[in-house]
């Protein structure tokens, strides 16, 4: 699913050099965490969030029959 996001966020965005994924896991969930420039939040969360509802829907659907809960949180690089 990490590679997922990322594919996913360096198509949308003008900076893909800067486009990180981090992924946590325990037994019960995932963690992805997206970094992106802050120049590109615009594009990845896209208007009333959203492309970053899609990109959600999509991660979860990708995870299917993993039972474990998939959260996606979007960060710019400070």
Do not use: Y
């Amino acid at each position: 699913m990490k590679d997922l996001l990322e594919f996913i966020a360096k198509s949308l965005v003008e900076n893909p050099d800067e486009v990180f994924v981090r992924q946590t896991e325990d037994d019960s969930s995932i963690k992805l965490t997206l970094s992106v420039a802050e120049s590109d939040m615009g594009k990845v969360i896209g208007k009333q969030g959203k492309i970053a509802k899609a990109i959600r829907t999509v991660v979860r659907g990708a995870a299917g029959k993993d039972k474990r809960k998939v959260i996606v949180d979007i960060v710019d690089i400070a």
